[in-house]
């Protein structure tokens, strides 16, 4: 009940295209539905979170889409650059306290000119 | 902005030997927890801390580890006898009191057991 299935496990986009990472967990519990993007050599940095009191969340560039009868969230990135080269982590969680995050097992997106 | 800072950035030490991670969490933060990744792989949980105790460990945190938070700002991850096994990044974060919003990672160790 405390896994968060991620995939793809890796993604090559063009410029300008739409990159799109899945994330799928279990426990129902769960209420806080963050992605993190990681570059090479740093920690993984909070992107966009979402909460199930809504089904999408977008912020710029980035967009969450969130099914919560499938319990399953998605990353969509528009206008892909390559400066969103990057690893991209899901992660599910309780909101209202700290318990631990649960992470997926990470997207390593590369986007080329 | 606010930062967790983790040091050293990178250690290698004898297998058997025993290392001390360091990070100092926001200061305002009073949740911590260590991570580790495995070069390529997931995000494991290790440990959180509040309240000068262990509020969770997985079953990764044996026997070996321990944690402390031996002043007002810094708190550390000891591995008393490395294992190759230990070879990954270690990642500290901190997180406000009753939320995992804001949950903020460092830059991580790179730990490498010879």
Same mark, same amino acid.
């Given at each position: 009940?405390?896994?968060?299935?991620?995939?793809?496990q890796?993604?090559?986009v063009?410029k300008?295209?739409?990159?799109?990472?899945?994330?799928?967990?279990e426990n129902?519990a769960?209420d806080?539905?963050p992605?993190y993007q990681?570059?090479?050599?740093?920690g993984?940095?909070?992107l966009?979170?979402?909460?199930?009191?809504?089904?999408?969340k977008?912020?710029g560039?980035?967009?969450?889409s969130?099914?919560?009868?499938?319990?399953?969230?998605?990353?969509?990135?528009?206008?892909?650059?390559?400066g969103?080269?990057?690893t991209?982590?899901c992660?599910?969680g309780?909101?209202?306290?700290t318990?631990?995050?649960i992470f997926?097992?990470?997207?390593r997106?590369?986007?080329?000119? | 902005?606010?930062?967790?800072t983790?040091?050293?950035?990178h250690?290698?030490t004898?297998?058997?030997?025993?290392v001390?991670?360091?990070c100092?969490?926001?200061s305002?933060?009073?949740?911590f927890?260590w991570y580790?990744q495995?070069l390529g792989?997931?995000?494991?949980f290790?440990?959180?801390f509040?309240?000068?105790?262990?509020?969770e @460990?997985?079953?990764?945190f044996?026997?070996q580890?321990?944690?402390e938070r031996?002043?007002g700002?810094?708190?550390?991850?000891k591995?008393?006898?490395t @294992?190759?096994?230990d070879s990954a990044?270690y990642f500290c974060?901190?997180s406000?009191?009753?939320?995992?919003?804001?949950?903020?990672f460092?830059?991580?160790t790179r730990?490498?057991?010879?």
């Open positions: 009940q405390q896994q968060v299935k991620q995939s793809p890796s993604l090559i063009q300008g295209g739409i990159s799109i990472i899945n994330c799928a967990y129902t769960f806080y539905f992605w990681q570059f090479p050599g740093k993984p940095a909070l966009i979170a979402i909460r199930p009191d809504v089904s999408e977008k912020e560039r980035f967009t969450i969130f099914n919560k009868s499938a319990k399953q969230f998605s990353l969509h990135i528009m206008d892909s650059q390559p969103d080269s990057a991209y982590f992660a599910a309780p909101y209202y306290n318990d631990k995050l997926g097992t990470g997207t997106l590369q986007v080329f000119p | 902005e606010p930062e967790v983790q040091t050293p950035s250690q290698v004898q297998m058997g030997q025993e001390i991670l360091r100092v969490p926001i305002n933060h009073l949740y927890y580790r495995i792989q997931k995000v494991e290790l440990v959180s509040y309240n000068n105790e262990i509020s @460990k997985s079953e990764i044996d026997d580890f321990s944690v031996p002043d700002s810094n708190f550390t991850l591995i008393r006898s @294992k190759l096994e990044m974060a901190s406000e009191v009753g939320s995992n919003y804001g949950y903020t460092g830059s991580g730990l490498t057991v010879v």
